[in-house]
């Protein structure tokens, strides 16, 4: 009988934040502020630069340390990106994606996860 009454808590708990985590994404979406898609542990997302801001050096540094990109490739990626959003990269670790964003978005970048 314990095992049965743990079982349904565990089943209740894990459907509570199931919903926690979906309610989130809604609020969100509708809200329209925060465009970054929450990604559970080992998901890759996509990492779009929407403007590059005030630090245009200092953003081709970070992409060139996340992506791993020489200095042509980097500086050509956020020159295009100043006329229209660009994807940086379809498959990053979510982890290391959301790292990436705040660093660019602390000098001045807009960036969104998918």
């Known amino acids: 009988m314990k095992s049965a009454v743990k079982y349904a808590i565990a ?8 919903l926690a ?5 809604a609020a969100s979406y509708y809200a329209g502020g925060n465009e970054t898609v929450f990604a559970q542990d080992g998901e890759t997302v996509s ?8 630090n245009k050096v200092k953003v081709i540094k970070i992409v060139r ?3 791993d990109l ?18 940086l990269t379809e498959s990053l ?3 290391k994606a959301a790292k990436m964003k705040a660093e660019l978005e602390e000098v001045g ?6």
């Open 93 to 95: 670790d979510a982890e």
């Open 11 to 18: 089943v209740l708990a894990s459907l509570m934040l199931g």
């Open 70 to 87: 020489d200095l042509r490739a980097a500086k050509d990626l956020v020159d295009s990106a100043e006329k229209s959003p660009v994807v």
């Open 65 to 67: 340390t996340y992506l």
């Open 21 to 25: 985590f979906h309610s989130a994404n």
């Open 47 to 54: 990492v779009t630069l929407k403007t590059v801001g005030p």
């Open 109 to 114: 970048a807009k960036v969104i996860l998918k």
